[in-house]
């Protein structure tokens, strides 16, 4: 029988580098391009060039992340950094956002996808559609709690088919695509513009989101000092690669103008090269990839909420491991419980839309905790630093932070609601606080 509040260091490089990988695609990459070659002006270079700076955003903050992983390889990850450096209730307010609305709302989000792509290849009637993603939910969540090495092979072999799935169809759409790839001097709303830019990161920004869930199975890996920042950072980079690869396929089958104008662009793309069959058997490939990505997120957030219930800021039986299968069970349960009631109201789906943009400001904090952690203490040992230090870091937050304003100034509402949301969890802490431990 385990330690009640020990998980067992279980996972390796390539466990954790399939984790980076398979919990970032999803269906964005199927979706997204269409959105940013619109917003960038239909012109291919200025799209792939989004791309590029996203990637590379992504990546400062995985190297960044990296030092922290190594120096407190502790399951909580991007929580456990920001209670560090700031304190308690600030980490609270994250693991809040990421239980109510972004972790369980990503999960609902994801398997209402995977429904409606299977409704494409089935019929569905719109009950059974929900039964299908309450099933997606409750599968995933039994494959979790029997075990992580469960849950991490599966998550290697649907990352692994889905990559190489990616890629082929990448390659023979570059190989066999006819269309023009010369562009317009204007798009649809007027040409390049920087409104058009910053819609166009956000979009890519949501496309690479999930680089940082692997930080919450640190506490799991079996060499993490070594492993996780080799990990973190080969698979952000990697996630560029693949995407880039994506989207000169999609440009070389369709021509810009084609991949602006499409609803379904993988789908579309491999129909103009390979013909209507071969298009329709893309929503296999997309099938895949939503599941490892849900697979993923239940792999890695109810983690986050583990080390919550640890410290005495949570429900008190999430931080309790399972005597037989050694994983956190009823972090795994809540979390499964609480997507599948979101997947079944819908009632996700607007405010993980307000909400989803508060994570940047989070990750910009977790950016911030190096330079707090390195004054703090100066001596203590870390097994990687980030490189470029202090440059590297300062870019990310100032990125992070610039996006982050960007929406505010942009957005208003949607500013205020999604803070206004985060800000709920403040009193939930208080009372937290006053009256624990809650059980």
């Known amino acids: 029988m385990s330690e009640p509040h020990t998980l067992r260091r279980t996972l390796g490089f390539t466990d954790l580098l399939l984790i980076g990988i398979g919990t970032v695609i999803g269906s964005g990459v199927y979706l997204v ?4 070659l619109r917003e960038a002006g239909m012109r291919p270079g200025a799209a792939l060039g989004v791309w590029v700076v996203g990637g590379v955003l992504s990546l400062l903050g995985a190297l960044t992340y990296a030092e ?3 120096a407190k390889p502790d399951a909580g990850g991007l929580y456990a950094y920001l209670r560090d450096a700031f304190g308690p209730g600030l980490a609270f307010l994250y693991g809040w956002t990421m239980f109510v609305v972004i972790a369980s709302g990503s999960i609902a989000t994801l398997a209402v996808a995977f429904s409606s792509y299977l409704g494409q290849l089935v019929t569905l009637s719109p009950v059974a559609a929900r039964v299908v993603s309450i099933g997606v939910i409750v599968l995933l969540a039994a494959i979790n709690v029997r075990g992580t090495r469960n849950s991490a092979n599966l998550q290697n072999l649907t990352t692994a088919a889905k990559v190489a799935g990616l890629l082929l169809l990448a390659g023979v759409l570059m190989m066999f695509g006819r269309a023009p790839t010369a562009s317009p001097g204007s798009g649809a709303a007027g040409g390049l513009t920087m409104t058009g830019i910053g819609a166009a990161m956000i979009a890519v920004l949501w496309a690479y989101e999930g680089w940082q869930y692997v930080t919450f199975s640190a506490g799991e890996a079996r060499d993490p000092q070594r492993e996780f920042p080799r990990a973190i950072t080969l698979a952000t980079a990697a996630l560029i690669v693949i995407y880039l ?3 000169l396929g999609y440009i070389a089958a369709l021509g810009p103008a084609g991949v602006a104008g499409s609803e379904r662009v993988a789908a579309e793309s491999v129909a103009t090269v390979m ?3 071969a298009g329709k058997a893309v929503g296999a490939l997309i099938l895949l990839s939503i599941f490892s990505a849900a697979n993923g997120l239940f792999l890695t957030t109810p983690r986050m909420f ?3 219930a640890r410290d005495g800021v949570f429900f008190r039986r999430l931080a309790d491991v ?5 994983t956190p069970a009823f972090a795994i349960g809540a979390i499964a419980v609480w997507a599948a009631l979101l997947a079944a109201t819908g009632t996700f789906q607007q405010l993980l839309t307000y909400v989803v943009f508060t994570g940047w400001a989070f990750y910009a904090l977790g950016g911030v905790a190096v330079f707090v952690l390195r004054r703090r203490a100066p001596d203590a040992p870390r097994p990687f630093r980030v490189p470029g230090y202090p440059v590297t870091p300062l870019l990310f937050v100032l ?7 960007n929406t505010m100034i942009t957005q208003p509402m949607r500013a205020a609601v999604g803070l206004g949301a985060v800000l709920l969890g403040a009193p939930v802490f208080s009372l937290w606080r006053r009256r624990s431990p809650l059980g």
């Open 33 to 36: 391009p269409s959105v940013v």
């Open 322 to 326: 399972h005597p037989r299968f050694e």
């Open 306 to 308: 583990f080390a919550m």
């Open 68 to 70: 922290l992983g190594a």
């Open 245 to 247: 690869l994506a989207n």
């Open 275 to 277: 013909g209507d069959t």
């Open 399 to 405: 990125a992070a932070g610039a996006l982050v304003l």
